[in-house]
């Protein structure tokens, strides 16, 4: 089956945003396991304009300390586009232009860590079925 990514039309805050995938397509926020993947991704968050974007990429606090996981599956990820920027947030997003954040530069298809109440536009992972959608990329 062929998969494909979806863009909304609305920022919302991270839990929203797995509530509005498994809604609106039967699926989950973004998952992204190669660099084409992400590059597929950041051109879809670049088309809202200069806003990033969720992925589903999330920080479970467990007994071998913090590990960012996947939404759709709950594995952890061996493909990383981390920014430099550190700090202790829960929730991943797409950076779309290369800026600053508290004194060091994130660049464009940086993955941030943020507050999950943040309003960010949701990327979704898209099946098949979705065709005939708005702001829809597909990938093999």
Not at 48 to 72: A, M, S
Not at 87 to 102: G, K, L, Q, R
């Amino acid at each position: 089956m062929m998969l494909g990514y979806a863009l909304s039309t609305v920022p919302i805050a991270f839990n929203d945003a797995i509530s509005y995938c498994s809604e609106t397509y039967k699926s989950s926020l973004a998952t992204i396991f190669t660099s084409q993947q992400n590059h597929i991704v950041l051109e879809l968050c670049a088309t809202n304009g200069t806003n990033n974007c969720w992925i589903g990429l999330h920080k479970q606090i467990n007994n071998n300390g913090n590990d960012w996981y996947w939404i759709h599956n709950n594995i952890t990820t061996n493909f990383t586009q981390w920014s430099t920027t550190s700090n202790n947030e829960s929730c991943a997003e797409m950076i779309v232009n290369t800026h600053t954040v508290n004194d060091h530069l994130v660049f464009q298809g940086e993955w941030n860590k943020i507050p999950c109440n943040v309003m960010r536009y949701p990327i979704c992972n898209a099946p098949t079925e979705s065709i005939g959608l708005y702001n829809i990329f597909w990938f093999q």
